[in-house]
């Protein structure tokens, strides 16, 4: 990522192409998504052993964010 960093930064004396970053920036993308895919239904779980209405509450929301992750990745 350091180089990434480099590479993008202005006045650099590297020259860098837009299409050598495609590579980094969908790794980059994709490992993002990743992460929170797998938080949310976390967020849902952890509701459900402290109290039925807790559960009941984190649900609707983990549905709501992954809803709006997908309309987010899509658009």
Same mark, same amino acid.
């Given at each position: 990522m ?22 980094? %920036?969908?790794? #980059?993308? !994709? @490992? ?9 239904? =976390? $967020? ?7 109290? %039925?209405?807790? #559960?009941? !509450? @984190? ?9 709006? =992750? $997908?309309?987010?990745?899509?658009v």
């Amino acid at each position: 990522m350091t180089t990434l960093l480099f590479a993008t930064t202005p006045g650099t004396p590297m020259k860098s192409d837009p299409s050598s970053l495609l590579m980094p %920036r969908l790794v #980059g993308t !994709a @490992t993002f998504m990743l992460g929170i895919l797998t938080m949310t239904p =976390i $967020i849902s779980i952890f509701g459900w052993p402290k109290s %039925r209405k807790m #559960g009941i !509450a @984190t649900t609707p929301m983990r549905v709501v964010a992954l809803i709006s =992750i $997908i309309l987010m990745s899509i658009v």
